[in-house]
């Protein structure tokens, strides 16, 4: 490429303005709108620094903020267009040295945006000097979502980090996802860094450096002054415990117009094990709590009950939208049983992450707790779970599961949408119930009905809400979703005017399964789906002789089914 180029029929390249390893940055001429534009290109334009380019646009576009550097289209073979913001880096002014106050109010800008991409969920996660432009009148713009947009954890597939190792926060040195709270904590080290004139963990090696993040071996203040209590509160080892993007702002407006400090009220601790304060400003936190009047309260605890378990609607608990900054996000309430609701990201086309919601009950001789009890997450065989106690013993599980991620990456959006669930729930005496079900559902049947002791020599043992009953091995569970199939090596039946599929290896390797289709239906994108009682045979015998099994009960079931 050289001067006078035209890329897409539209914008006509004027000189080189960047080069670095991820790419080269050009400034254009906009021949259509009349203005100019920065061109950014990676390198090699393979189809998957494309794909990485296009995520970025998509990401960088939900953020819409003065002080931050917009972006229009992805053009051509990978021409990523956006405002061209005549600037410095932060970077550059380091070795200056800059006054606390100046400091401050750069910093006020950039938590403004911060606080913009937050709110459309949209995490920076390389919050450095280097993706900070500040103009010749000191105004600062964020720039630079590629991170975010490349992945949703900071931890790269090889375990290295993708952020900028002196600025990332004590969580992603551990190897945990980046949330809005690392973006803070990253903002607070670059400040560090633009008023005592290095990052508060040294530089250097990135494994000492991330060693000292992780110890908590900071640099104390020497030039900071009166922005040395927000950056230390900026600078927390307790993600809870730190400031938002848009308290961080009020908090850094105050110091840039030498106002006293505001009072702020930091998020609400979970109950887990805490990191302790960041060594060599534990003085400055007090200060600020004494000094400041800041009020380190927490939110009331949840006291939610499951209550009624065959009224109680999973789907009102998860929102779509909580998970669009991973990829375009759908609820899914048909799949699965009546206890069982869905969110479906795509990651990329071909990828696809599934975070499920399934209540549960268990039984217990203590007391019940009283409030919402929170497990630590449990990394299972390719999936993440996180559980949820509620005051009655009823359980939410929320499991993550994508063959793409690692386990921490998968943890930490279980542990994400442990934090949706649990906002859901506060304030609430019990979780919300579903609308009322067609007459016909089997939400409103009890499984254990389904077959009596004139069918089988066997005592029932009822699961949760009685959706699903167990006869030595036997068992009927009630299931939603796409009817099986003939084409689907299932073998087709009628019984009792219902179509049954037989189908080996159905509900695990040694199951013959009998799918009885019971309610067909049509959910709101207008798919076809079925409601199905579903006779399943296990155990030892011959898998042949575990199928006549099945099908030789689905003929009873079939038959005392509502529809």
Known sequence: MRSGDVIAERYRLVELIGSGGMGIVWLAEDLVESRQVALKRPHEATGTTLGDLAREADVARRVTHPNAVQVFEV?????????????????????QRLAPARVAAIGAQVAAALAAAH?????????????????????????????????????????????TAAYVSPEVADGEGAKAASDVFSLGATLFAAVEGTPPFGVGDPDVVLAHI?????????????????????????????????????????VASGQPLPEWIPAAPRVRPRWPLVVGVVAAVVAIAVVAGLLWTSKDPVRTALGDPRTADPCALLDAAAFDRFGPARLDADYGGFNRCDVLVDLTDD??????????????????????????????????????????????????????????????????????????????????????????SLALVDACALLTPADLDAEPDPGFADWQCRWDDLQVLFDKGNAASAEDGATPRQLSGHDVYVEEGGYGDETCVARVVNLRYQNDSGDALVEMALVVADGDQPMAQLCEQ????AGPVASRLPS
Not at 550 to 553: D, S, T, V
Request: with cysteine; net charge negative.
């Open 351 to 440: 990828i696809e992450m599934d975070v499920m919601l399934q209540f549960h009950g268990q039984e217990s001789d203590e007391p019940p707790p009283e409030t919402v009890r929170r497990s630590e997450p449990e990394i299972g065989d390719g999936d993440c779970a996180v559980t949820l106690t509620l005051t009655d013993f009823g359980v939410i599980e929320l499991v993550t599961e994508t063959d793409e991620w690692s386990d921490a990456e998968l943890c930490e959006v279980a542990d994400e949408a442990a934090d949706h669930v649990e906002g859901q729930l506060s304030g609430l005496d019990e979780v919300p119930r579903r609308a009322e079900p067609d007459p016909r």
């Open 550 to 553: 099945a099908l030789a009960f």
């Open 214 to 254: 992780r110890d908590g071996r900071a640099e104390p203040f020497r030039h900071a002054g009166p922005l040395a209590p927000v950056l230390a509160a900026l600078l927390q080892r307790d993600r809870a415990a730190r400031p938002s993007a848009e308290q961080a702002r009020e908090l850094l407006e105050a």
């Open 119 to 163: 709110a459309a969920q949209v995490v920076h996660r390389d919050v450095t000097p280097a993706n900070i432009l500040v103009n010749d009148d000191d105004v600062a713009k964020v720039t630079d979502y590629g991170i975010s947009a490349w992945q949703a954890a900071t931890i790269t597939s090889s375990g290295k980090i993708s952020g």
């Open 75 to 95: 053009v051509a073979d990978g021409w990523l267009v956006m405002e061209h913001f005549p600037a410095t880096t932060l970077a550059h002014l380091l070795d």
